[in-house]
T-cell receptor, first 116, second 113 residues
């Protein structure tokens, strides 16, 4: 079974530029998550999708971050304009709800963003 | 507010020695607890989870964790560490459906031969 795919793996940009990350979840997984992991910290949930609808985006800085999940499969996360403090690893995860077991989240390898 | 504290940023153990990684949580309802491992350049992998029932949970790769409600702890253990266990370990807490996880800052495990 193929895992969660993310691209690019690495990205370096200057502040005020824009950037986009792509995620392809595990086939059949209805729930998709984007996390931000700053160096030395644990992952922080930015946004959660159920199919192509947003379930939770309470921690997404909406003035600069946006995300979409067209057709309930792939997703993109965009930052415009980027700030220095956006330097982090952006993780995508997907899950399938199992009755009695809840969601088990499967994570992609992440995109490491450096903002100069 | 819910939170997770992993007191140890780094831990170094000798190969073959036992391991215990500490995790303390704060959660307003019944906690559902998770341990994930992250190898360099890789995503997080679920080691084990506690939802209810037996407070000693077995996971993959020979790991186990014990839930202690009175101490608000969910420590991860392994009786004999292998060099391949070197990685970063994250404890997380969340609701029973597995969504909206709150992660600790992680503990980096180094294994010396």
């Amino acid at each position: 079974e193929a895992g969660v795919a993310q691209s690019p793996r690495y990205k370096i940009i200057e502040k005020r530029q824009s950037v986009a990350f792509w995620c392809n979840p595990i086939s059949g997984h209805a729930t998709l998550y984007w996390y931000q992991q700053i160096l030395g910290q644990g992952p922080k949930l930015l946004i959660q999708f159920q199919n192509n609808g947003v379930v939770d985006d309470s921690q997404l800085p909406k003035d600069r971050f946006s995300a979409e999940r067209l057709k309930g499969v792939d997703s993109t996360l965009k930052i415009q304009p980027a700030k220095l403090e956006d330097s982090a690893v952006y993780l995508c995860a997907s899950s399938l709800f199992v009755s009695g077991g809840g969601h088990e989240q499967f994570f992609g390898p992440g995109t490491r963003l450096t903002v100069l | 507010a819910q939170s997770v504290t992993q007191p140890d940023i780094h831990i170094t153990v000798s190969e073959g020695a036992s391991l215990e990684l500490r995790c303390n949580y704060s959660y307003g309802a019944t906690p559902y607890l998770f341990w994930y491992v992250q190898s360099p350049g890789q995503g997080l992998q679920l080691l084990l989870k506690y939802f209810s029932g037996d407070t000693l949970v077995q996971g993959i790769k020979g790991f186990e964790a014990e839930f202690k409600r009175s101490q608000s702890s969910f420590n991860l253990r392994k009786p004999s560490v292998h060099w391949s266990d070197a990685a970063e370990y994250f404890c997380a807490v969340g609701p029973g459906d597995g969504n909206k996880l709150v992660f600790g800052a992680g503990t980096i495990l180094r294994v010396k031969s």
